[in-house]
């Protein structure tokens, strides 16, 4: 596994969207050997993958979508993964300040983080790891980021990537790739964890490996890697040459 080059250039491929599989399992390692592989860093998504925010979420953003007159599920369907920007542009009407927008909803989730918890076994599988071989990439702004990693009791991470720092947000791959780049990787050497479509699509067109946390949906989209309920049955094993091989608690 080489160091990466380091690049600051944001890289747009095509969203492909995933498409659910009901009969996938629940499990790491199931049909994908996740177990017998060695990853050079781990890249976190946010919100609904190591951080239970749900609530606060679907709150903010309907309450966003009543203010203004559109469908609320359509746009908290379309909400996930994805910069509230990019949301609020493609849904708002014309006119719309997009950044005041986002203030007010940043606002709202800000204000909110008594309701913000870390998904079962996120902190001791992250505090577990080495300093420069995992990052959280995140569609949220940076300032909320920091609240919501802190309130849930999460280890700060040393690359942390939020909205303001690509070009273009989920599902172009610029965040992950931008992560492995700062962690001196290979992307194609990292494993994404991630929930949501945008960002699994993300993780696969940045030409990384994805596992699929299913914490906080209740169907899924599953085909585009393992996948795990939460971290409570799941540990990792650092190599002498600090790679990361996932193992699970009682096997």
Not at 199 to 208: D, E, L, Q, T, W
Not at 231 to 239: D, P, S, T, V
Request: net charge negative; hydrophobic share 45%; proline share 6%.
């Amino acid at each position: 596994m080489t160091k990466a080059k380091r690049s600051e250039k944001p890289v747009t491929l095509p969203y492909e969207a995933p498409v659910p599989d009901t009969n996938a399992q629940q499990a790491p390692a199931r049909g994908n050997n996740m177990h017998d592989r060695r990853f050079a860093a781990f890249l976190f998504d946010m919100d609904g993958t190591i951080i239970n925010s749900i609530e606060v979420a679907i709150d903010a953003w309907r309450k966003w979508a009543c203010r203004h007159g559109l469908d609320a599920d359509e746009v908290t369907q379309a909400m996930h993964g994805v910069r509230a920007a990019e949301t609020i542009a493609r849904f708002a009407p014309a006119g719309t300040d997009i950044d005041h927008e986002v203030a007010l909803l940043t606002d709202a989730e800000f204000a909110a983080v008594d309701k913000i918890k870390a998904i079962a076994g996120a902190r001791l599988f992250l505090t577990a790891l080495p300093h420069d071989r995992w990052a959280i990439v995140t569609s949220s702004p940076r300032r909320l980021a920091l609240q919501r990693i802190t309130a849930a009791g999460l280890p700060m991470p040393k690359v942390l990537i939020t909205a303001e720092d690509v070009v273009a947000g989920k599902p172009a791959p610029d965040c992950f790739i931008a992560a492995a780049n700062r962690l001196e990787v290979e992307i194609s050497d990292c494993l994404v964890w991630e929930d949501a479509p945008a960002g699994i699509a993300a993780g696969k067109a940045a030409g990384a490996t994805v596992m699929i946390v299913m914490a906080t949906h209740a169907n899924p989209a599953t085909n585009a890697g393992a996948t795990i309920v939460d971290y409570q049955n799941l540990a990792c094993k650092i190599g002498p040459d600090g790679t990361l091989m996932l193992k699970q608690i009682g096997r």
